[in-house]
């Protein structure tokens, strides 16, 4: 490690962070890390140390990094006290909480959008769906967006499918949805776009990822947190400059610091943006670490500093999967203590290259699953090929091991027919 050891406190809501925390630890530096979420206190635990109050910590800290919406205010009150920071603010914070808002401030930005109407109630959605049948995607707001199951894509021509679970909806979760999306459907190829920005700029490269959301190869089950990715750099890119670069400006006057993503659509037709990520994603920063050849404390520190050089990152692809335990993704804490509480992980890769903790404590250098969603591991790889980053990731997989272990296997798959159509239209170059 070059230069004197800094003072990193990670705030963490539910563990985006807890990898690159223990990384950070691995190359040198002093780190703290709070979990916040109830259930999560043991997260990370015995890998680096876990506080149970941030805010007494802040004194302590060199640099502070939140990892979840929510904290925009505290992280810039911080900022503009002088302290480094990473983190977002009530702006940013409201582009990815607020769904509506945030169409609202692409339209303002000159990005073209796929249509749609918010809802505060069940009954006025179904009329609409009613008065104007067709394919939508439902898409709650707020809190409830995290609930992935909740997000339904529809399939019937004229919406009687959306109907239908709109009426569900109403019965079951209307005290969690308070709001929702009905959003035109739109084929083509599901994309994201994200940077670093470091308050004044976005830091190049761009990073351009696809989601595997579905529990089953196949892209089939349930929608989960997501269940692998693949991703690749890139100097330059068409759909980051349709989409990111307009909000330069306004991120800058925000001094906003971290990293922010878009996902879309696209198709023949176009870029049609879907939602931001204006924080951490996961497991996105587990992948970034495996295609990130500098320092992740130094990025940091450099990025929270202003500092608009160019990241240093592996050529070719990177390819990662999640690999889990029951109940995940269902919220089942019988199932968890029954099947998966304090289950061990082994390890039997020659190197720690592409294993990143989940929700894991270490006891007497035991890894330990805890907390209570069953996220043991994810698992990467990278190559000059798509094909051989998978290679190598599932290579990593068939070395780990933990009780009831489950996971993808067609985690970048996609690639081969999503390239070509990228290619076709003009988002891919070569």
């Known amino acids: 490690m070059a230069g004197t050891p800094k003072k990193f406190l990670f705030v963490s809501y539910a563990g985006n962070v807890t990898d690159l925390a223990w990384t950070v630890l691995r190359e040198g530096h002093d780190v703290r890390l709070f979990m916040e979420a109830s259930g999560y206190e043991d997260v990370g635990r015995g890998f680096v140390n876990v506080v149970s109050d941030w805010h007494e910590h802040i004194d302590w800290a060199d640099i502070v990094i939140f990892d979840h919406i929510g904290k925009g205010a505290e992280a810039q009150e911080l900022r503009k006290k ?11 914070d409201r582009l990815e909480d607020d769904r509506a808002f945030g169409q609202e401030e692409m339209k303002q930005h000159g990005i ?12 006025e959605g179904i009329a609409y769906v009613r008065s104007n049948p067709g394919r939508y995607v439902i898409k709650p707001s ?4 995290y609930e992935k199951r909740l997000l339904f894509v529809g399939n019937e021509a004229d919406g009687g499918d959306v109907i239908r679970v709109l009426g569900a909806y109403s019965k079951i979760w209307k005290d969690m949805i308070k709001s929702f999306q009905l959003q035109k459907h739109v084929m083509g190829v599901e994309v994201g776009a994200g940077a670093f920005f470091n308050g004044q700029r976005f ?11 579905r529990l089953f190869p196949g892209d089939l089950g349930v929608l989960t947190c997501e269940m692998g990715t693949s991703a690749y750099w890139t100097p330059r890119s068409k759909l980051f400059e349709e989409t990111l670069r307009p909000f330069e400006n306004m991120l800058a006057s925000e001094r906003y610091v971290g990293y922010f993503d ?17 924080r951490f994603g996961f497991p996105l920063t587990c992948l970034q670490e495996e295609g990130i050849t500098e320092p992740l404390g130094e990025l940091l520190l450099r990025m929270a500093k202003g500092d608009g050089g160019a990241i240093k990152v ?29 289950a ?38 990278s190559g000059m090929t798509m094909r ?12 780990t091991f933990v009780n009831n272990m489950y996971y993808r296997t067609d985690i970048g798959d996609r690639w081969a027919s999503d390239s070509d159509l990228l290619r076709t239209w003009g988002y891919v170059s070569g």
């Open 388 to 399: 051989e980053a998978q290679r190598k990731m599932y290579a990593r997989i068939q070395n």
């Open 262 to 278: 878009v996902n879309c659509i696209v198709n023949d037709k176009g870029i049609y943006p879907l939602e931001f990520t204006a």
């Open 112 to 123: 073209r959008i796929i249509p749609y109407r918010e809802f505060t109630s069940f009954d």
């Open 314 to 342: 592996k050529q070719g692809y990177q390819v990662c999967a999640l690999v889990v335990v029951p109940p995940f993704p269902f919220d089942d804490p019988q199932a968890f203590q029954s099947y998966s509480k304090d």
């Open 203 to 213: 830091m190049e490269p761009v990073y351009i990822s696809f989601e595997h959301k």
């Open 82 to 92: 002088g302290e480094l920071c990473i983190g977002g603010t009530p702006y940013t």
């Open 142 to 145: 707020g809190k409830a967006q």
């Open 344 to 381: 061990v992980v082994i390890d039997n890769n020659a190197t720690p290259d592409g294993i990143h903790i989940g929700d894991l404590k270490r006891v007497n250098d035991l890894w330990l699953i805890t907390g209570d969603e069953g996220i043991a591991l994810i698992v990467s790889g």
